[in-house]
């Protein structure tokens, strides 16, 4: 049972446009969201987060909106650059016996055409 | 400065061979964590180590599967009697104490292949 899910396993996206990013989760015990942007051949790097006390992150080019009564995440990218592209994980965490190990949902892949 | 190693980078062996993976995380990190990728699949977890308190192993597929982490620093996972279904990559991170909102910073993995 997938606890975080994206459905989306791949976008294409022209350069300079937006690129949408989609993450749905069903335990309403997490209420902290990550995403994680993975090259081939290299580990996930951290990119943004945010916590369930929030409905919005902004980082330079990289936004992330959660709606807590829907569940659902998003990850926008604008404008989105070719080197953008990889495979994003969303991921979340709550408390569990006092630890916050995060589950991960099974990643997007993201093409940003020149 | 270093980020977090594993070794061996790919790693091919016969279904029913013993295996150790390594993994040396980013010096003063108290929580090590592994993971699996299988082909089309997101980050499975695996174990979960901090600092001196017993790891949460929950993640472990079977009791072939086993970890440990010496002195607080590496940690080596070990499969024992591989099968075929074990063959994916195998992610190592670590992070500061561990809590919540504390990024992992992962390794580039170790691609297993069980044939």
């Known amino acids: 049972d997938q606890q975080v899910k994206q459905n989306s396993p791949s976008l294409s996206v022209q350069e300079g446009r937006i690129s949408i990013l989609n993450c749905d989760y069903t335990?309403?015990?997490?209420?902290?969201f990550l995403w994680y942007k993975k090259y081939p051949a290299e580990g996930p790097t951290f990119l943004i987060s945010?916590?369930?006390?929030?409905d919005k992150n902004e980082d330079g080019r990289f936004t992330v909106f959660l709606n807590k009564s829907a569940k659902h995440l998003s990850l926008h990218i604008v404008p989105s650059q070719p080197g953008d592209s990889a495979v994003y994980f969303c991921a979340a965490s709550g408390s569990t016996g006092g630890s916050y190990i995060p589950t991960f949902g099974r990643g997007t892949s993201l093409i940003v055409h020149p | 400065g270093a980020g977090v190693s594993q070794s061996p980078s790919n790693k091919v062996t016969e279904k029913g061979k013993d295996v150790e993976l390594r993994c040396d995380p980013i010096?003063?990190?108290?929580?090590l964590y592994w993971y699996r990728q299988s082909l089309g699949q997101g980050l499975e977890f695996l174990i979960y180590?901090?600092?001196?308190?017993?790891?949460?192993k929950s993640g472990l597929p079977s009791d072939r599967f086993s970890a440990e982490r010496t002195g607080g620093s590496v940690s080596t996972l070990t499969i024992q009697r591989t099968q075929q279904e074990d063959s994916a990559v195998y992610l190592c991170?670590?992070?500061?104490?561990?809590?919540?909102?504390?990024?992992?910073?992962f390794g580039p993995g170790t691609r297993l292949t069980v044939l």
């Open positions: 180590f901090q600092g001196n308190s017993a790891p949460d």
């Open positions: 335990n309403s015990m997490f209420d902290y």
């Open positions: 991170a670590s992070s500061t104490p561990g809590g919540r909102g504390n990024e992992q910073f």
């Open positions: 010096s003063g990190h108290t929580a």
């Open positions: 945010i916590s369930s006390i929030k």
